[in-house]
Structures are given as structure tokens and as C-alpha cells.
């Protein structure tokens, strides 16, 4: 049975594997790409996907351009880990393809009208999403499963100590979306490090696939590999956005989730972006209704572990 996806991104290298896994799934119809402001402008996000699809030899997904800054924050581009280009200053030629004619807001109101059930993966801030709520609240109860790779749930952030990148950069967006009602499945930063990173001897076993696709997926995240180095010492690649995407195509690879109230810190600047999870149900101590009052109940799923090889197994797949 085929399953109906939207995809809403910042196109950068990470990005760019997850949709090489989606776009290969045998069983997904993805209706559209929306592209957000956040690893890399709008216009080389759409870039960076059409060129992705180009490599899957595809042309049949439109590509909508959309948010190109957050809703009250600066734009703070991640160039210093994707490369100038998003997609480790590999400089790959223009894609003979286009963006699609519309804005990514009215693509993912319409997208997901005509298509109850779908499922929406999100891989950059939430800045479309939000404005698509704000626009047409009535979707979320068309959206069958939110998957959302943002924010971190018991780990350090990666643009600071508090934070994950994606939510960081619009912290007011990922807050609408948070408690708005959608079934948001959140998949966080850590759930690639450690174990899920691809190790030397996993990139070296990708190499080996020696197909187009396989080296473009360790090409694009060339200067990413560096960056991880320079951030944490750590000799890999760890790959938040492909997880994402692969709990969202086998939701069993989740193999411990529970369901939280999830806050969103926006006013501090010390802890801005931080997902606050709520594990001891601290929210329904009345002594704290008033401080959670939007959150009281569960409103994330919160996927805490994951099946390490068949994560990998599945992206190897995907490669060949």
C-alpha cells in the first residue's frame, strides 16, 4: 500500500540523505517538498533539492519555495558545518530542474487537504508548518503522524548547550507546532550520535556500494564530518535528518518512545530553543499548572531509542 509523505526541509547534507531515502522507499509517494529557511537560503535549499532529486534520477516531486526567515528571529545560517553551498562545498552544477510556481505555506495547506492521512516529516525549523497552522488550523486533524526531527531530549544541544539547531533557529514556530494538536512524533538530535553515527568503517562500507548515490551521500557531508570533529572530537558522521526520516518510513525502528508534554523555551536567550520534556509529569503537579498551562497534557511522542543496525541497514539500501 502506498503512503502519501510531505516533506518540509532546509536542504543541506544531512537533508539530502534522508530525502535519497524517501525518495527510493518503494511504498512512499512523496506530493511535495517545501523548503524553509535555516542551514542555507531558501533559493539554495530548493537548489539542493532538485539536485538531490536529480541524482534519484527524479522530476516528478514539485519543489516549493517558502519561508525565508523566521517568525520574529534573524536568519543564522549553519554554513559553518554544511559548506557554504549546504552540501559540503561540493559546488555541484545548477539542477536542470525548477521550484514549482506557489509559496510552500499554501503547497502544504493544499497538499495535505487533498490527502487526509498523510504523513508531514519535518527536517528544518518549523517556520512553513506554522504558518500553515496559523492559516488553516483544520489540517491537523488531516495529518495521520507529524515526524519532526528537532530538539533533544535528554542530551546537550548542537547550536548550544541547551538547544538543537532546527528548533533554536524558530523557537516561536516550533512551539505553535508543538501544542497545536498535531501528532507530533519528535525525533531528536541524539538519536544519531554515538552508536547511530556512521563510523570510519561504516562510511568506508558505504563507499564500497561505489554507486552515485553512495558517494554523493558522503561527498555532500564532507565539510559536516569536519565540523563534528571541531565540535565534539568525535570521528564520524552522525546523520539526525536520515534517522528522522527512517523512523519515519519503519515507525518500529523507534524501539522505546512515550508520550510528554513538550514545551518550548522562547524567552530566555541563556536556554532559547530548548525542548523542555516533561518525564515525571511535573505538569500535572498543580503547583505548576499555571507555568505549564498550554502543555498539561501529553502532546509529543518522544522516540527515546532506536534500532541502531537497521537504521543503518535501511540507509545502505537506500544507496544501492
Not at 53 to 64: A, I, L, N, S, T
Not at 92 to 101: I, K, L, T, V
Not at 135 to 158: K, L
Not at 277 to 304: K, P, S, Y
Request: glycine share 6%.
Amino acid at each position: 500500500m502506498t503512503r502519501s509523505f510531505l516533506i518540509d526541509t532546509d536542504t543541506a547534507s544531512d537533508d539530502a540523505v534522508a530525502l535519497i531515502m524517501a525518495l527510493r522507499a518503494p511504498d512512499v509517494d512523496i506530493r511535495a517538498l517545501t523548503i524553509v529557511s535555516g542551514n542555507v537560503d531558501v533559493a539554495q535549499g530548493v537548489r539542493n533539492a532538485l539536485t538531490t532529486m536529480e541524482f534519484c534520477g527524479r522530476d516528478d516531486v514539485p519543489v516549493y519555495a517558502g519561508a525565508d526567515q523566521p517568525l520574529l528571529r534573524s536568519n543564522a545560517r549553519a554554513d559553518w558545518f554544511h559548506g557554504l553551498d549546504g552540501m559540503g562545498n561540493m559546488n555541484y552544477p545548477p539542477p536542470r530542474g525548477q521550484a514549482a510556481e506557489g509559496h510552500a505555506v499554501d503547497a502544504l495547506v493544499n497538499t495535505i487537504r487533498d490527502n487526509p492521512g498523510i504523513v508531514l516529516v519535518t527536517l528544518g525549523p518549523l517556520t512553513n508548518v506554522a504558518l500553515a497552522l496559523a492559516r488553516a488550523p483544520e489540517i491537523v486533524s488531516m495529518v495521520s503522524r507529524c515526524v519532526v526531527m528537532g530538539g533533544t531530549a535528554w542530551s546537550v544541544g548542537n547550536v548550544s548547550p541547551a538547544a538543537e539547531f532546527n528548533v533554536w533557529h524558530d523557537p516561536e514556530a516550533a512551539r505553535m507546532v508543538f501544542l497545536s494538536g498535531l501528532p507530533v512524533e519528535m525525533a531528536g538530535w541524539e538519536l544519531s550520535r554515538f552508536d547511530a553515527a556512521l563510523s570510519r568503517e561504516d562510511i568506508a562500507h558505504v563507499r564500497s556500494l561505489d554507486t552515485p548515490l553512495a558517494h554523493f551521500s558522503i561527498d555532500c557531508n564532507r565539510s559536516a564530518m569536519e565540523a563534528i570533529q571541531i565540535q565534539s572530537g568525535e570521528d564520524n558522521l552522525d546523520l539526525p535528518d536520515p534517522v528522522a526520516m527512517a523512523i519515519a518510513l519503519e515507525p518500529d525502528i523507534c524501539t522505546r518512545s512515550s508520550r510528554h508534554a513538550v514545551e518550548i523555551e522562547t524567552q530566555s536567550e541563556l536556554t532559547r530553543g530548548m525542548t523542555i520534556i516533561d518525564q515525571l509529569d511535573n505538569a500535572g503537579d498543580v503547583r505548576n499548572r499555571q507555568t505549564w498551562a498550554q502543555a498539561l497534557a501529553a502532546n509529543v511522542t518522544v522516540c527515546l531509542e532506536i534500532d541502531v543496525p537497521r537504521w543503518k541497514q535501511m540507509l545502505y539500501r537506500s544507496l544501492v
